[in-house]
């Protein structure tokens, strides 16, 4: 009977192991796999032992349709222009799935409604969003088929509408859907699961979403113009041959920041442009167009302040004489 | 879901040493129920179907029914079913049977048994680490039969 009974140990032990490559995974026995279940028993019987094999039962694990979506960014994401807001999309079922990607930026409470500009799968999956790398898809596109337990990025790149207030906030809903189906829990969609059995919809309904928030974050700029006279007898009399000198401080405001500035500015009647009289932050600038701020002619001044943020000011000033 | 029923009766026959000598007089039948908890009026109740469906987390009743189908009593009858690695067995049948966590070579009562953790040190044994379990009947009369049976759930 020993002798038997160790034999057969052997022969289930390598039974079993032929199982082995279904790894149990947390989202479960991977679809498609082979449950076999098999007795055996020994016995006596008069001076002989026996041993006996049942039937082998067999039943095919289906597909678990189930999705996770994560936003991954921590706090809202300042919005100037454009920003990139990231999620990731986990598939927490048992099978092999691709999942359509949906993004919407009306959710209900928004501050503003953030203009969709592009949608990016993380295909080098280093979780920065690379253009001309990342695969792009349209909205309601597909992320490619995810083993199960498997996950993948997506970044959704956005742009501030014209008129946004500054500190004004607002969400983007992404929305991942199993391609297969989504539906009630236990739907189920016959043939259609990894290894041929059925693909039956899990505890998420196979449909889930996640929001990203953003900040608005722009910048308006005012600008405030004064002058100073003086005159050729050292007064301030605004007679002819007296030199106005026209102050023009521009302030940004906002938590954004303003970019491209230009202060521009004709020269008024009656005046002459002293030439190469422009200052930016009190530094002479040429009148040429060189490698200075200023371009300036008897027509009037161009200045490039280029970016600048809000809470910040420059002062420019340039000098006529009154005909 | 295809159910496949394949019958290893014969290829035991062929191959065992014992079988040469003498037909075996009692036969094994396995099944597989999947059990499923329905509410019918407010009240719960399992019931038993034939597995369509199974996905994780589903409950599997596996039994197997022994017959002696011979003249004579048999006796010291033990049966022995390794557990398929994608289910594991469920609290209740975990804590009642003779189970093994070693791969068959020691059995006992699961709250007596331990098993070793990555770090090689030993700790209680879990209803997941059952590898095999054990049943014992004394003996069957002629013409006598049973069932055994354990629950699992699949991974």
């Known amino acids: 009977m020993t002798n038997h009974c160790t034999k057969f140990m052997i022969a289930s032990v390598a039974a079993s192991a032929a199982l082995g490559a279904s790894q149990a995974q947390?989202?479960?026995?991977?679809?498609?796999?082979?449950?076999?279940?098999?007795?055996?028993?020994?016995?006596?019987?008069?001076?002989?032992?026996?041993?006996?094999?049942s039937n082998t039962v067999s039943i095919r694990v289906d597909e678990l349709l189930d999705v996770a979506v994560t936003s991954l960014n921590a706090a809202a994401v300042p919005l100037a222009s454009t920003a990139v807001l990231t999620y990731r999309i986990d598939n927490t079922g048992n099978g092999s799935e691709a999942f359509s990607i949906n993004v919407s930026p009306t959710v209900s409470g928004n501050g503003f409604d953030a203009t969709v500009q592009t949608i990016a799968i993380d295909s080098n999956d280093n979780g920065t969003y690379e253009p001309?790398?990342?695969?792009?898809?349209?909205?309601?596109?597909?992320?490619?088929?995810?083993?199960?337990?498997?996950?993948?990025?997506?970044?959704?790149?956005?742009?501030?509408?014209?008129?946004?207030?500054?500190?004004?906030?607002?969400?983007?809903?992404?929305?991942?859907?199993?391609?297969?189906?989504?539906?009630?829990?236990?739907?189920?969609?016959?043939?259609?699961?990894?290894?041929?059995?059925?693909?039956?919809?899990?505890?998420?309904?196979?449909?889930?979403?996640?929001?990203?928030?953003?900040?608005?974050?722009?910048?308006?700029?005012?600008?405030?113009?004064?002058?100073?006279?003086?005159?050729?007898?050292?007064?301030?009399?605004?007679?002819?041959?007296?030199?106005?000198?026209?102050?023009?401080?521009?302030?940004?405001?906002?938590?954004?920041?303003?970019?491209?500035?230009?202060?521009?500015?004709?020269?008024?009647?009656?005046?002459?442009?002293?030439?190469?009289?422009?200052?930016?932050?009190?530094?002479?600038?040429?009148?040429?167009?060189?490698?200075?701020?200023?371009?300036?002619?008897?027509?009037?001044?161009?200045?490039?302040?280029?970016?600048?943020?809000?809470?910040?000011?420059?002062?420019?000033?340039?000098?006529?004489?009154?005909? | 879901m295809i159910r496949i029923i394949s019958t290893l009766l014969a290829f035991a026959l062929a191959t065992s040493p014992a079988m040469a000598?003498?037909?075996?007089?009692?036969?094994?039948?396995?099944?597989?129920?999947?059990?499923?908890?329905?509410?019918?009026?407010?009240?719960?109740?399992?019931?038993?179907?034939?597995?369509?469906?199974?996905?994780?987390?589903?409950?599997?009743?596996?039994?197997?029914?022994?017959?002696?189908?011979?003249?004579?009593?048999?006796?010291?009858?033990?049966?022995?079913n390794p557990v398929p690695q994608a289910v594991r067995v469920a609290d209740d049948s975990a804590s009642a049977l003779q189970v093994s966590v070693d791969g068959g070579k020691a059995y006992g009562l699961l709250a007596s048994l331990t098993v070793k953790d990555a770090a090689g040190a030993a700790r209680a044994a879990r209803a997941e680490d059952i590898t095999h379990i054990r049943w014992t009947v004394p003996a069957i009369a002629p013409g006598g039969s049973g069932t055994v049976e354990y629950h699992a759930i699949v991974r």
């Open chain 1, 132 to 323: 001309g790398v990342d695969t792009v898809i349209a909205n309601g596109g597909s992320t490619p088929a995810l083993a199960a337990d498997a996950s993948t990025r997506v970044f959704v790149v956005v742009a501030q509408p014209s008129g946004t207030a500054d500190g004004a906030a607002s969400q983007v809903r992404v929305t991942a859907q199993a391609l297969t189906g989504a539906g009630t829990p236990g739907t189920s969609f016959a043939g259609q699961g990894q290894g041929g059995g059925d693909a039956v919809v899990g505890a998420t309904t196979a449909n889930a979403n996640a929001l990203g928030s953003l900040i608005a974050s722009s910048a308006s700029v005012a600008l405030v113009k004064s002058y100073v006279v003086v005159d050729p007898f050292g007064g301030a009399k605004p007679v002819p041959g007296a030199v106005v000198t026209f102050t023009i401080a521009a302030t940004a405001s906002g938590s954004g920041m303003v970019n491209d500035l230009h202060v521009i500015d004709a020269i008024p009647t009656g005046t002459t442009y002293v030439a190469n009289s422009v200052t930016l932050e009190g530094a002479s600038q040429t009148d040429a167009t060189d490698g200075d701020a200023a371009i300036a002619s008897s027509s009037g001044i161009d200045v490039t302040i280029g970016a600048l943020a809000g809470g910040t000011s420059r002062s420019v000033t340039f000098k006529t004489t009154i005909n």
């Open chain 1, 26 to 53: 947390a989202a479960g026995v991977t679809a498609g796999t082979l449950i076999q279940n098999t007795a055996s028993a020994s016995y006596g019987s008069g001076s002989s032992t026996t041993t006996v094999n």
């Open chain 2, 21 to 80: 000598q003498q037909t075996p007089s009692v036969v094994l039948e396995g099944d597989v129920k999947l059990e499923k908890t329905v509410e019918a009026s407010g009240a719960k109740k399992t019931v038993l179907e034939d597995p369509k469906v199974v996905v994780p987390g589903d409950k599997l009743l596996f039994s197997t029914r022994y017959a002696n189908k011979g003249s004579q009593s048999v006796d010291n009858f033990v049966v022995t």
